[in-house]
């Protein structure tokens, strides 16, 4: 019988909407803690033209460079936005402490009515890949029009 992929009881999986819910027969996905990259800020609710506008922020907390060749951000709703299709050579290493402008955002339409953001990491034998980071806001916070919404994150420490 297969080992599950899970620490410990009761499990705590973050769902904000439908399209996060698995079935019994689906593996749950596994979350790379380990990597310090954030999706640090949105620009939700542009102003002007939203297609063309709307942004996401990556950030590399950890002490060496990342190779964002491969990466996706997923709204879950939609097909996931390939990275490499809006970064080009350079741009697509983080290196310590840098941040990275995700523009323009197409496939993905960030919800005025608040929503998930997810950051995957290529992983052979998953679909999806591995999910490094997701953060979700509200409408509250996307009402603001031309004001980026800001993500916190928290270190969890394995003990």
């Known amino acids: ?37 954030y999706i640090a800020a949105a620009m939700v609710n542009p102003k002007g033209d939203e297609r063309q506008n709307e942004w996401v ?14 990466w996706t951000l997923s709204d879950m709703k939609r097909i996931p936005l390939e990275l490499d299709t809006v970064l080009a050579g350079e741009q697509r290493i983080l290196k310590p402490g840098e941040a990275r402008q995700i523009k323009p955002l197409n496939p993905l339409a960030l919800s005025n009515k608040g929503s ?31 004001v980026p919404i800001v993500f916190s994150y928290q270190r969890k420490n394995k003990s």
């Open 1 to 37: 019988k297969e080992k599950l992929n899970i620490d410990s009881f009761p499990e705590c999986i973050p769902v904000d909407e439908p399209e996060e819910m698995i079935s019994q027969e689906t593996k749950r996905q596994d979350i790379g803690e380990e990597l310090p990259v």
């Open 57 to 70: 922020s990556v950030i590399n907390l950890s002490p060496d460079e990342i190779d964002l060749t491969g």
């Open 116 to 146: 998930t953001i997810a950051l995957y990491q290529p992983m052979e034998g998953s679909e999806r890949g591995l999910r490094i980071d997701r953060v979700y806001y509200t409408q509250k916070q996307a009402s603001v029009e031309g």
